[in-house]
C-alpha cells in the first residue's frame, strides 16, 4: 500500500467489506457507517502498513474492531419480531393500534450488490457461503452471540481465517477463539441457521412461483396451502408476530386485507433469498419489502419490511408503479379502523 494512498484504493473492497459489517451489525445503515470509518482508520494508517496481509485482509481487521467499538457503544442488539415474546395463534387478541419499535430496533434486509463481492473477486464456493450468510434468519441469529464471539464465528466460518489469524484481530488467544467458537457454535445449533452454500430447489421455487400467483390474486386458501404448521409472519417496526396458519389466515381475512389488489415487484436481497417490493392499490401504494424463507418447499416465514422511504430507494425501485386494475378494494381494515404508520394503513 503507497504511503499516498487515498480512499479511492479502498473502493473495490467496499462490497466484501459492507457485508462483513452488515453481519457484525445486522443493519445496513450501521454497516455503510462501519465502512466508511474503517476506510478512514485504513488511509490515516497506510503508511504503516507492513504488507504481512494482503490489503483486504487488513481492512477486514479494522472493520471488524469499528464494528466491535460500535457494538459497545450501541449497548443493545438488533433483533426481528419472531424473536421477541409469543406470537399471536388467535387475531382476536390483536390490540390496536399496534406495538411499534424504532427502526434502530430491528434487524433490516440488505441488497445482494451491496453486501456480496463481484463474482470473479472470489472462488465460487467462498461467494456462495458469503451470500448465505447474509440471510435474515442466520444474521438475526448472529445477533444473539456476544460481539466478539461474534466476529470470531464470521472470521473463521464465513471468511475462512484460521484460529490464529482471528486472535491477532481480536487480541484473544487461540484457545480463547476456540472456546468462543464452541460456544458461538451451540448458541446457534439452538436456533438451528445454517451457513451452507445452496439454491433453490426446482420444488422450492415452484413453491415461491405459487406464492406469488396466490398473494396477487389474493388467495387466502391457497397461500394457507403453502405455509408450514408453525408459519411466522411478521411486519417490523410493529413488534406483534403471528404464528401459524390458522392466524395468518385470520389476518390475511381481516386487517391485512387491504393488501388485495397487491403486486409484487422482485428484488435481489438476502443472499438470494426471495424477495419482493410490495404496491397496494394496483401499484400506486408502496407498502412492504416483503421476504420470505423457506424451509422444504414450503414458506417458514413472511416478514414485511414497512420502512418503504429508506427501503425501495435502497433496493432501486420505484415508489409507485403504472397503474393496473386492482383485484380488489383496499383502504381500511376489516375491523373499519386504520393504523398508522406514515402512508401504512395495515
Not at 404448521?229 to 406483534?240: E, H, K, Q
Request: glycine share 8%.
Amino acid at each position: 500500500m503507497p504511503p499516498a494512498a487515498t480512499l479511492e484504493h479502498f473502493e473495490p473492497y467496499r462490497r466484501a467489506l459492507t457485508g462483513h459489517c452488515y453481519r457484525m451489525l445486522g443493519s445496513v445503515m450501521d454497516a455503510e457507517d462501519a465502512v466508511q470509518e474503517a476506510m478512514l482508520r485504513a488511509w490515516k494508517a497506510a503508511d504503516r502498513f507492513e504488507g504481512r496481509s494482503g490489503v483486504q485482509t487488513w481492512l477486514y481487521r479494522i472493520a471488524t474492531n469499528v464494528c466491535l467499538d460500535t457494538l459497545a457503544a450501541a449497548g443493545r442488539r438488533r433483533a426481528r419480531p419472531v424473536d421477541e415474546g409469543a406470537g399471536l395463534v388467535d387475531v382476536d387478541a390483536v390490540a390496536l393500534p399496534l406495538p411499534e419499535r424504532p427502526r434502530e430496533h430491528w434487524v433490516e434486509p440488505i441488497t445482494d450488490a451491496a453486501a456480496l463481492p463481484a463474482p470473479d473477486a472470489c472462488d465460487p464456493e467462498r461467494q456462495a457461503i458469503l451470500r448465505e450468510s447474509i440471510r435474515l434468519a442466520f444474521v438475526a441469529a448472529l445477533q444473539y452471540l456476544p460481539p466478539r464471539q461474534r466476529a470470531a464465528l464470521l472470521l473463521t466460518q464465513v471468511l475462512g481465517w484460521t484460529a490464529v489469524e482471528a486472535g491477532e484481530t481480536l487480541g484473544m488467544s487461540t484457545a480463547a477463539v476456540n472456546s468462543a467458537l464452541q460456544r458461538a457454535r451451540a448458541t446457534l445449533g439452538a436456533r438451528n441457521p445454517a451457513v451452507a452454500p445452496r439454491a433453490l430447489t426446482t420444488a422450492q421455487e415452484q413453491t415461491v412461483a405459487r406464492y406469488v400467483a396466490a398473494f396477487e390474486r389474493y388467495d387466502v386458501a391457497a397461500l394457507a396451502r403453502l405455509l408450514h404448521d408453525d408459519a411466522t409472519l411478521s411486519m417490523p417496526p410493529f413488534a406483534l408476530w403471528l404464528r401459524g396458519p390458522h392466524a395468518i389466515t385470520q389476518w390475511l381475512e381481516g386487517p391485512g386485507a387491504s393488501c388485495r389488489g397487491s403486486r409484487l415487484v422482485p428484488v435481489d436481497a438476502c443472499g438470494g433469498t426471495p424477495a419482493w417490493a410490495q404496491y397496494r392499490d394496483g401499484g400506486a401504494t408502496p407498502w412492504a419489502l416483503l421476504v420470505v424463507e423457506l424451509r422444504g418447499d414450503r414458506l417458514a416465514s413472511m416478514t414485511s419490511f414497512l420502512d418503504v422511504d429508506t427501503l425501495f430507494p435502497r433496493f432501486g425501485v420505484p415508489m409507485w408503479l403504472a397503474s393496473e386494475p386492482a383485484s380488489g378494494a383496499a383502504g381500511t381494515t376489516a375491523l373499519g379502523r386504520p393504523m398508522s404508520l406514515g402512508r401504512h394503513a395495515v
